[in-house]
C-alpha cells in the first residue's frame, strides 16, 4: 500500500547546565524523495549551526559541539509526500543484527526464546514474537527505568513502545533472525511522542513489527535505524549536563489513517 502525504514536527527544550556535545536524531531519514523539511537550533535564541553526519543507514544525526550553558531549542518539521525506497541488507546487517546489544540482551533471553516459540521460524516466528509480547507487556507510561533492557521488560511485563521493541528483537535475535531497532513517526499514535518499531529480516525483506499496536505501519515515517535505543534516541548528551525541559511530537496523514490489521507483514515506507 502506498502511504498519504505525511507531515511530522518535533520541538525539544533542552536546558544546558554545563558545557555540552550534543546528537539529536529527529529529521527523518535521508530516503524519502521530494522532502520539504525545516530543522532550527537556537540557544538563548539565537540561531546556531549543527553539524550532519550520516550513518550506512541512511540516519542523520545532527551535532552541537561545545555547546555553552542556556537554553536550546530544537525545532523540526517536515513535509513527506511520498514513499522511502524498501530498505536494503547492508554487508554487515546479518552479522550486526544479530548480536546482542546493549538493551537487546538476546543472550540472555535465547534459552526463553526458543522455549515459547520453539519449532518456528519465519513468518510464523515473527508473528508470534510479536504477538506474544504484544499480549503479554502491558503498555504503561513512566514504568520502566532508561537502564532497562529487555531482560527486564521480560520479568516486570510492563514497559514502553521501546521496551516491547527491544524484547521482539531479543527474541528474535536469540533465534538467530537479525532484527533491530527504528524510531519513527507515527500518525494515529496516542499519547503522540516518538516511536520505536522493529524491523525483522526474512526472504529478502525488512518487515516492520510492531508489538504495541498503537499505530498504523503503513502512516510510520523512519527517522534512525540502528541495534537498539542506545543507537537511535532523539538526543544524546555526549559531554557536558543537560536537562530535557519539554518534547512534542505532531505527526499526521492527508486524509485517513490507512487501516492496520496488526497480523499481515509490512516495510517501513
Known sequence: MIPPARHVSSHLQVQVRSTADLVFSVAVSGDHPGLSEGLVFRLDGEEIEAEEQLDSSRSRLHRLRETPPGTLTVDYEADVPQPAPAAQLQGIDEILYTRPSRYCDSDRLANLGATHFAGLTGYELMSAVTQWVRTKVSYQPGSSRVVDGALETYLSRVGVCRDSAHLVIAFLRGLNMPARLVSVYAPGLVPMDFHAV?????????????????????SMVRICTGRDAADTAFMTTLAGSTRLRRIKVDARVDGELPYDDKFSFRTLS
Do not use: F, I, S
Open 198 to 218: 522493529v524491523e525483522a529480516w526474512h526472504d529478502g525483506a525488512w518487515h516492520l513489527l510492531d508489538a504495541t499496536g498503537l499505530a498504523p505501519r503503513d
